[in-house]
């Protein structure tokens, strides 16, 4: 009943158990200003009565205010139910059947989930030894496989967080300019490097951003900031009313406010630096600019099952000889539990 290949195919998942901690998404925990929390409920109640209606068909009302924002125009955005989706809908308008995207490895492990689902084959380039790219072998990989329609590079990189270099993204986009690049920005309010004018300036790159990673996974909305044409072709395959009118509501009165966000932006950005300090003397922590950090640990295995037993969620990477824990950075309160048993762990308690 169902295609052959669905028999050996996994989606993504993750673990989930009873916690105390829950350091594994990627999700900002922080508490809503009270007045931004107030402004979201009055919006909310104002939708109900509209609720009846189908939403704007392409969100127009929310790629308005997005345009606003930026200062751009409307016509640069196309809006996703999560970032996820639009990373399906780029594939799909961009790949053929048997045309290939390129990752990192490691990287989002969307990127090809969803080209296997779509028979898009994958290929990679592993930077499991120094987390860096080499530019010019990023450039050799590409340059010998023309079927390479897409190139999928998340800076802020997860699960390491380590931020690509502004030149090194440029030369990749200017070395291909009949591919599409993408440089998928989810951890951008976190990172020191703005890579907006990538998007700007070049026919082929589009720029990937989510409402998740700042305090809003919940209401699943993520959007792309290209040139026309390029938005164009996307919203060739979009679903019709693929987000929600109470999600546009939200993802409006968040960016109408987006300055009542900046505390809890700035808090994770100081718990970072305050969380890296205390563990350096423990582990190798790798340099991020995301809302997490990562360690790079033999032990990872049993550290995560020492966290666990402490009721601590966190994400676990294996990759070959590398090993790697992913910490989602919390309260400064839930960060010191993390800290305490982290720290306890190494001195064998
Ligand atoms: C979390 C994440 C996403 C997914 O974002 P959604 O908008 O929640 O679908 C995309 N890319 C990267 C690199 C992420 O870490």
Not at 129 to 153: A, G, L, M, P, R
Not at 212 to 240: D, Q, T, W
Request: glycine content about 4%; some cysteine; charged content about 25%.
């Amino acid at each position: 009943m169902f295609r052959a290949k669905l028999a050996s195919f996994s989606n993504y998942s993750t673990p989930v158990f009873d916690c105390i901690v829950k350091a594994d998404s990627n999700e900002n925990l922080l508490d809503y200003p009270k007045d931004l929390e107030t402004l979201i409920m009055d919006v909310l109640k104002k939708s109900i009565k509209n609720l009846c209606f189908y939403p704007e068909i392409n969100a127009q009302p929310l790629k308005e205010e997005l345009a606003k924002f930026y200062g751009l125009e409307k016509e640069n955005f196309i809006i996703g139910n999560g970032s996820d989706q639009l990373i399906q809908l780029i594939i799909q308008a961009a790949c053929e059947k048997d045309d290939f995207i390129f990752t990192l490895y490691p990287s989002f492990t969307m990127y090809k989930i969803t080209a296997e689902l779509f028979d898009v084959n994958h290929t990679f380039l592993d930077i499991t030894q120094s987390w860096e790219i080499d530019i010019q072998e990023v450039i050799k990989k590409i340059s010998q496989n023309d079927k390479i329609k897409v190139v999928f590079i998340d800076t802020p990189n997860n699960p390491t967080g380590i931020a690509l270099e502004y030149e090194k993204i440029k030369l990749i986009a200017e070395s291909f300019p009949e591919r599409l690049i993408v440089i998928d920005n989810a951890y951008g309010e976190y990172c020191d490097i703005d890579y907006l004018d990538l998007a700007l300036k070049n026919k082929n790159v589009l720029l990937l951003k989510t409402f998740s990673k700042i305090g809003f996974a919940g209401i699943r909305c993520g959007y792309a900031i290209a040139n026309e044409k390029i938005i164009g072709n996307l919203h060739k395959v979009k679903p019709p009313y693929n987000v929600n009118a109470l999600t546009q509501q939200i993802a409006i009165t968040v960016l109408k406010n987006f300055n009542k966000l900046k505390d809890n932006i700035n808090i994770i950005k100081s718990e970072r630096l305050r969380m890296t300090r205390s563990l350096q003397e423990f582990y190798f922590i790798l340099p991020s600019q995301a809302n997490f950090i990562s360690i790079v640990d033999e032990e990872a295995d049993s550290i995560f099952d020492y966290l666990k037993e402490k009721k601590i969620l966190v994400k676990k990477f294996n990759m070959g000889d590398k090993k790697l824990l992913r910490i989602t950075l919390g309260k400064p309160n839930d960060n010191d539990i993390i800290l305490e048993n982290l720290i306890n762990y190494k001195r064998g308690k």
